[in-house]
């Protein structure tokens, strides 16, 4: 059984369209990094950057008081320039060397538990920082559920699109991808194809019941990479490319 409490989150990349969703739910006690490692498994990211999540902690913490202040009063009682507007957590260990910001809290040490605990509670999810991918990501719910095996968390209920593409530019980039191959014909389109390997592409295709069996194995494998500097072993690259499926 679940003995933890479950969080259930709403994530959706921003800057393109049509969107690209999912829900998902995850035991109170993973961290930060695992968390990051969940998303990114779902957004198709391949843990090849580096990442780090903001909190909206200023945000989170005047929607909080407002269910029981009025704004004004609460802006009187907590000025904003008293209070931090963001909190920001990555993992942190040789890559993140040139990056490394001395505000930051480590990733592998802390619980989303200890991060967001009101509905509506926001974070951002950053991937890569040239391409500047974001992920917004919104607390809808915490509850309990004891029939619910812990196994199997973490878990997608649903979403609509595929993800993103390994360093197309960002979402700029993403739009061209889809624009080529929806089109089938022409320079872009057979650039793209000899770049990535292939001739299909449905940006707009998610499979559920792929991606539950992929969170169970993929956020280890990035974890081994982000926290362990682990190369990934030939088994695990079958697994992050598919290979199960041909």
Not at 5 to 27: A, C, G, H, N, S
Request: hydrophobic letters at 35%.
């Amino acid at each position: 059984m679940a003995s933890q409490p479950i969080y259930q989150f709403y994530v959706e990349l921003q800057d393109y369209t049509p969107k690209i969703w999912r829900r998902f739910q995850v035991l109170g006690n993973v961290t930060a990094a695992r968390l990051g490692y969940i998303i990114m498994t779902m957004f198709e990211m391949q843990a090849s950057h580096l990442f780090c999540i903001d909190v909206m902690y200023r945000r989170n913490f005047y929607q909080a008081m407002g269910k029981s202040f009025p704004s004004e009063e609460i802006e009187k009682l907590f000025p904003p320039d008293k209070i931090k507007e963001t909190c920001r957590y990555d993992v942190q260990n040789q890559m993140t060397v040139d990056f490394d910001d001395e505000e930051a809290e480590n990733a592998a040490y802390v619980k989303i538990s200890q991060l967001v605990s009101n509905s509506g509670d926001e974070m951002v999810l950053f991937y890569d920082y040239g391409d500047g991918w974001e992920v917004s990501i919104t607390l809808e719910k915490i509850f309990e559920d004891k029939e619910l095996p812990g196994r199997e968390l973490p878990r997608v209920l649903e979403g609509d699109g595929y993800g993103i593409i390994e360093n197309c530019g960002g979402p700029g980039g993403l739009k061209e991808l889809e624009k080529a191959f929806k089109k089938k014909s022409g320079k872009k389109y057979r650039e793209f194809c000899n770049w990535l390997g292939f001739e299909e592409l449905d940006l707009t295709s998610f499979d559920v019941d792929d991606m539950n069996f992929r969170l169970k194995k993929v956020p280890r494998i990035y974890a081994d990479a982000y926290e362990l500097g682990l190369e990934p072993t030939k088994q695990s690259l079958n697994l992050l490319t598919r290979k199960y499926k041909k």
